[in-house]
């Protein structure tokens, strides 16, 4: 079974500031890894996935993640925020090479983008 | 817009009725997804279909159940509604079974009374 820990809550931070949003995860199998941003009253989008190559994954709205398979971590950085950020990310992991597409999510966490 | 539908937008009832939650996957995807998200319980994986039939069962609740149709679009039923049912149903879809990325639809939000 797979298992995601969103290290943080809530994250405040001011505009332009850089930001790290932390996910690990635990699992007996190789994984695919995704982050999803969820904006007030939507459905969750895709921002970017790890499937297996590259550990430097890069996403839209100029995010990106580092797989570290040592420390089984997953974290989503982005250099410079923009008050449009603010939203809440969620942190998901597939059992890689399964023929079902079940995700197990982290709790989330909500970025708040002060200006 | 992901290109996955729900309907309704927004569903208010009583405990011990029934509903029922409709998706329309994204054109050409074969796989639809129901998730829960909750105050308590967050993000929970319900219930797989792949092609018509079911391919992985999550936390479903016996009371629950899902299908999907001939024409790809899928529904899930409440039944005996408890007030901790209360909660946002998300409806996913992807090309095919296994780890591809699944789109998400805006959700239906369901409120027990």
């Known amino acids: 079974a797979q298992s995601v820990t969103q290290l943080d809550s809530q994250v405040p931070v001011f505009e332009e500031a850089p930001v790290e949003l932390r996910c690990n995860y635990s699992?007996?199998?190789?994984?695919?890894l995704f982050w999803y941003v969820q904006y007030p009253n939507q459905g969750l989008q895709l921002l970017l996935k790890y499937l297996s190559g590259s550990t430097l994954v890069k996403g839209i709205n100029g995010f990106e993640a580092e797989f570290n398979k040592s420390q089984t971590s997953f974290h989503l950085r982005k250099p410079s925020v923009h008050i449009s950020d603010t939203a809440e990310y969620f942190c998901?992991?597939?059992?890689?090479?399964?023929?079902?597409?079940?995700?197990?999510f982290g709790q989330g966490t909500i970025l708040t983008v002060h200006p | 817009d992901s290109g996955v539908t729900q309907t309704p937008k927004h569903l208010i009832t009583a405990t011990g009725q029934r509903v029922t939650l409709r998706c329309s996957p994204r054109?050409?995807?074969?796989?639809v997804y129901w998730y829960q998200q909750s105050l308590d319980q967050g993000l929970q994986f319900l219930i797989q279909y792949y092609n018509g039939e079911e391919r992985a069962k999550g936390n479903i609740l016996e009371r629950f159940s899902a299908q999907q149709f001939p024409d790809l679009h899928s529904e899930l039923n409440l039944s005996s509604l408890e007030l901790g049912d209360s909660a946002l149903y998300f409806c996913?879809?992807?090309?095919?079974?296994?780890?591809?990325?699944?789109?998400f639809g805006p959700g239906t939000r369901l409120l027990v009374l």
């Open positions: 998901a992991v597939h059992a890689g090479g399964t023929s079902y597409g079940k995700l197990t």
């Open positions: 054109s050409g995807d074969l796989s």
């Open positions: 996913a879809s992807s090309v095919g079974g296994g780890g591809e990325t699944q789109y």
């Open positions: 699992s007996s199998v190789s994984v695919y």
